[in-house]
């Protein structure tokens, strides 16, 4: 396998971390703040309370303040990636970044901080005075041996969780494989010959924490750019290297693998052979984790060799060792107890934690992680996925219970039950929802038409699609003019097919299908022959309609209501099925389906009932448990209306219907239909629950709505999805974003209409 090349240009790249708002970061208060009153609490004098109990009780910060959700993403910037030391303010996308991977994962508020000094004194000092007012610390990008001196430190000193990920989270994430991994050969860790390749930061980290989970020291050797660390050895070392010295005449990386069970690599691209892998013992285990290349590839040792079990740094192989499947956990847990360090034993059950997590039975979610394929515990699966949405419940409580044990737990745990609980409340329910959809496009590789195959959005678009593998995008429009605009935003040459209408030798076949299909409906052949000609949305819907491709995505620079009527020309509804709307509003990690916020401008009762049906099937099939609200400006009943009296009559509807397979209620208020404890007051409701879809009484209140959101709010909103027609068909709105435009061709990748509950 070739290099896996970026999904992106840097034009992308940067435009992404500078538009609309520079940065990835950002604070919102979580407290109102909208009247004097609210001021006067949250500072002067309300905050002189709080003030006064803190400074009796320093350990109260975690009471009135945001400490105990907070960490700290600290650098440097001597070790920034695989880049080197590009000085402090280089490493500040990466440390915003590792920030918003807390949030993501974990639900942990995060801020980066980057201290201007080499030296190590200089840093210690300054994350001493100032460590006290976070959580926690993430030590990052910080260059070795600086970085084992600065958190050695910075442990002692601070009674704060203080943690060097670049070490110790690919020694958790590793470590769980090896566990895994020694379990399906039938290997005892006590036994365990392991020879590692790179003796920095992470190899010295991973080398010390299978030591603690029990492999012998003596069966340890490390190896460097010089050679086998051993006992008596003065050429390069230091009192990090010189504790993993052993007694041994092995003196090459090639001697080290000889016979060994297990080979770890944190070193270069390159530094393992095809003849060190023949050398090692039967089954071998090898961990070739150097990023972005790995230290050799996964089809070089399956050319030696066909018995061993192989995870590197990279996505694009089995078994990832992605530090993202520990740091969040191992914070989450330490915070929720309120930990005053993160100690081996936890870093040890984080280790056990998520190699337990690989043998259990493997949900829906991380199915479609894997392109629909289900994997099972095994030699290409000993790491769970980092879409898994179990970690987040299932981790966490590890950690927490080995600082209860080992005593740094300031706040321990009672009910361990309804921990866990809360920690599935945070997680993102949305997030599988995506990758699930980018999965299955995946799988499926779809040909999706970009309608608007001139404009630079749409360009930049369909070579994202192809890019990150979603599909195969078909652009239509001048050769020429896509040409210029793909020279100019940077797209290679060849790279994305083009198709010119006018041109194609499909013409007649579209305009004799498109004619046949009109002249009863006032339409003269040569009318036909133009719309084929010269309306790209008419000539992508034939294709769809004739079998030359799957889906397509428009609307860049049509209105909505013009790229769907050009689309029901060519394209039905589906039998006995309504044609909706729906757009997802994603927020602070709760998702909920607006519908119809396109189509049908004032529903009536019927319609309003077959909105209903249409959004709960698809909300199912995307793999959510449908909760429907039939939203009014009453609330059953009070006051009425002519549109109150539409939505009852739709629920009425439903009620006679008898079969119907999802919770419904209205009509409701939208406050009351998210509040999930509205049943207090209306106890005779039959939501169990806040509602996650909401069926609008009329289409301007579902746009309305759903603009307010993502304009004023931070809310996500992807859609409207066009739901009911017999082909998929995504339109974006005006001016939509690069983002906008791949998550809809995505969509209609997917295509919601004919996707199963199960394949979802």
């Known amino acids: 396998m070739t290099t896996k090349r970026p999904s992106f240009t840097d034009q992308e790249a940067l435009d992404f971390h500078s538009k609309p708002t520079p940065g990835k970061i950002s604070m919102a208060p979580t407290k109102p703040m909208g009247t004097q009153r609210d001021l006067s609490l949250a500072y002067s004098p309300g905050v002189a309370i709080p003030v006064l109990a803190i400074a009796e009780d320093p350990d109260k910060a975690y009471d009135y303040t945001s400490k105990g959700n907070m960490v700290a993403v600290i650098s440097n910037g001597t070790a920034i990636l695989g880049l080197g030391n590009l000085g402090h303010m280089a490493s500040k996308p990466v440390m915003e970044g590792k920030s918003v991977l807390f949030k993501r994962f974990a639900d942990i508020d995060s801020i980066d901080v980057e201290v201007n000094t080499t030296d190590a004194e200089d840093f210690i000092r300054t994350v001493r005075n100032i460590g006290d007012t976070w959580g926690g610390i993430n030590l990052e990008d910080i260059g070795s041996p600086d970085c084992f001196i600065i958190e050695s430190r910075l442990r002692e000193e601070l009674d704060i969780p203080v943690f060097h990920d670049d070490q110790h989270g690919t020694a958790i994430i590793a470590a769980a494989g090896i566990i895994n991994a020694c379990h399906i050969t039938g290997r005892e860790l006590k036994d365990l010959k392991v020879a590692v390749s790179g003796a920095g930061a992470a190899g010295l980290s991973v080398a010390g924490l299978i030591r603690h989970l029990g492999v012998k020291a003596e069966n340890i050797l490390m190896c460097d750019s010089t050679g086998v660390v051993y006992e008596g050895r003065t050429d390069k070392m230091d009192q990090f290297k010189s504790a993993f010295a052993v007694k041994t005449s092995k003196r090459t990386l090639a001697e080290a693998c000889e016979g060994a069970d297990c080979l770890l690599g944190l070193s270069a691209k390159g530094a393992v052979s095809k003849a060190m892998v023949k050398s090692m013992a039967k089954n071998p285990i090898i961990f070739a984790m150097a ?91 000993i790491i769970p996925t980092p879409f898994d949405p179990r970690l987040i419940s299932f981790i966490p409580p590890f950690v927490a219970q080995a600082a209860m044990d080992t005593g740094v737990a300031r706040k321990p745990i009672a009910d361990m039950d309804a921990y866990r609980a809360s920690l599935a409340q945070r997680a993102d329910p949305a997030a599988a929802f995506i990758q699930g959809v980018q999965a299955r496009a995946r799988d499926v590789q779809r040909r999706i038409v970009f309608a608007e195959g001139e404009e630079p959005a749409v360009v930049r678009a369909a070579f994202s699609f192809k890019n990150q593998g979603l599909g195969h995008p078909i652009l239509i429009g001048r050769e020429a003019q896509v040409e210029r605009t793909m020279e100019q935003m940077g797209v290679p040459a060849g790279t994305l097919e083009i198709i010119n209408a006018r041109l194609s030798d499909n013409n007649p076949i579209y305009t004799d299908f498109l004619y046949a299909r009109l002249q009863r409906d006032g339409y003269l052949k040569r009318d036909v022959q133009r719309l084929v000609n010269q309306d790209r949305n008419i000539f992508g819907c034939c294709m769809l309609k004739n079998g030359d ?65 249409e959004a709960a099937a698809a909300v199912r099939a995307m793999g959510f448990v449908p909760r429907v609200a039939f939203l009014s400006y009453s609330t059953f009943g009070n006051p009425m209306g002519e549109r109150g009296e539409k939505v009852r009559e739709a629920v009425a509807i439903l009620d006679e219907m008898g079969d119907v397979d999802f919770e419904y209620e209205g009509d409701m208020n939208a406050d009351i239909a998210l509040n999930p404890s509205h049943s207090a007051l209306y106890p005779f409701s039959r939501l169990k629950g806040p509602a996650n879809v909401l069926v609008m009484p009329a289409i301007h209140a579902a746009s309305i709505s759903t603009k307010l959101l993502e304009s004023m709010s931070r809310a996500t909103v992807i859609g409207p999805m066009l739901l009911g027609l017999e082909k998929p068909v995504q339109i974006a709105s005006l001016g939509a974003t690069v983002g906008d435009i791949v998550n809809l061709a995505t969509i209609a990748a997917y295509d919601v209409d004919r996707v199963h509950p199960d394949q979802a």
């Open 549 to 613: 491709a799957d889906g397509m995505v428009t609307g860049v620079t049509r209105n909505y209501d013009v790229a769907l009527s050009d689309s029901r020309l060519v394209l039905d509804t589906l039998p006995g099925q309504a044609l909706i709307g729906m757009s997802m509003v994603i927020n602070r990690g709760r998702t909920v389906f607006i519908a119809d916020t396109s189509v049908t401008e004032l529903p009536q009762g019927d319609d309003l009932a077959n909105i209903a049906l």
């Open 291 to 381: 990023n972005p290349d790995p230290e050799i590839t996964p089809e070089e040792i399956k050319s030696v060799r066909d018995d061993a079990i192989i995870a590197t740094g990279r996505s694009d192989y089995p078994n990832q060792v992605n530090n993202v499947l520990g740091f969040p956990y191992i914070f989450r847990g330490a915070l929720d107890v309120r930990a005053r360090s993160i100690n081996e034993e936890m870093k040890v059950a984080a280790a056990r934690a998520l190699a337990e997590l690989a043998r259990e039975d493997v949900p829906d979610e991380v199915a479609a992680a894997y392109h629909g394929a289900r994997p099972t515990f095994g030699r290409e699966y």
